[in-house]
């Protein structure tokens, strides 16, 4: 073995130290020859590598001390996440594995039936429904939630379109999964789109657990472990967001219904705008976020006009809080994928006045720069104008950079309570959208559901807040 201490990847280091083993080190890494360093298995590229679980038995002298060393087991295996997970026993798996079609056997890779490998990145062991089972069990899940963590998972398979990312949770920007599902899939199983609809949320408990659920699956069959497979700094959002679109929230056309409104317009919902679907499709988004930020959108300023000020106002505080999440690259590039999360209320009210979506991500866009002036100062201007043989100070200090060309990569979702505060996350890859394919005994799931969690909660007009 060949141990690199951490001051050695510091600029300006001594790497002299390292010369003695310079020839083991060219072994490890061209072909594992090296005479003081021996792989400990062999693995072949795309090796699907089906993990069969393993059974435990857990005793105590009564429920308290079972419990706890059922948690103290979770712990020391890495297989639990630090919070309470559920036992996984076989009678719990067997029934949450009634969510899943009669078509497959538990042992049946998830995803295959669609072309999918079933790898989860990037410790590439396959997924099956009896694994998924097993995690789902332990997050707390339930039969009906499992075709919707199956469509979100497949999202991150091979094969993947070209336009679609792959999933990168190893980097030390500690990205995060989000999953958006939009159809009346999200209502059926009490996934929330209004207030608090990232969690916790016992009225809509499902998104929480779907999140944990599916974080579980990357991290004991994807090696998500930190210090083992990701090295994410903060990690803010993990274990990752599941949660819907408000699709009966979005702008309808209508007539105008104050002075001086335009009428509203259409506007289709997430997975029809970006990715083809067909209004009520019951199918979810996957991907992952690198940071997250959130604002209120007050009405401040001196317009005469009331309701110029109270439409203007959100989408100039909108586009400051874009703009501070920015890496600050100094490019007129077409910009990273940002996700902007606003309440129907706020969408319907603008959309009378002529904001349409194509309107508001432009403004976005258009609000996406940065001074020179303000980061002249910054290394990566300072080695960028070097580089070029360029002198920055005799450049425009007021010149602006953007760092949005591209208004579609300012992409609205509405979702949240209504409520004059938006949520924003940056740098968004998306790894594609999946049809949600429910069991045949999809109405038996439900009606079991309400026995055991109660009716459910009162639907306000525009959202499943209440």
Known sequence: MVLFSYDLAMVGSDLSVIDPKIDDIIGCIVSGTAKSWKPTGSYTINQNMSPIPSTYTVTGADFESTFNALQTLYLSKYIGDGTLSAPATKARTDWILTGVPTAYKATDIVGANVGKDGQIETGNRVCTFQMLAIQMAMA???PEYMCLAEASLQNGMNPRASSESSPNFESSSGA????IVNGTVADDVRLSNGFGCHGPNPKWPAGMILARATWLVRQNLGNMLIGVGTIGVYCTTRPGLFWAENDAGLPVKAAPNAPGALGGTDWTTFAQEYYGRKKGDNCVTSGMC???????LPVRGTYTDPVLKSIQDPV????????NLSSGVMANSKGSIRLILLPGQILRFQDQYGWTRQKLTQAY???QYQVLAD???LSICQNAYAAAKKDITKEDQTARWKLCTDPTNMRIICSGGDHLVAE????????GNTMIVKPANWSDLLAQAIKDLGPYPLFGAYHNDL
């Open 375 to 377: 980061v002249a100062d």
């Open 316 to 323: 100039d505080q909108a586009s400051v809080t874009l703009r």
């Open 176 to 179: 995060s999964p989000l999953s």
């Open 365 to 367: 866009a258009d609000g």
């Open 290 to 296: 690198f940071g997250m930020g959130f604002n209120s």
């Open 140 to 142: 707390g899940g339930r």
């Open 424 to 431: 924003f996350f940056n740098g968004w890859q998306s790894f």
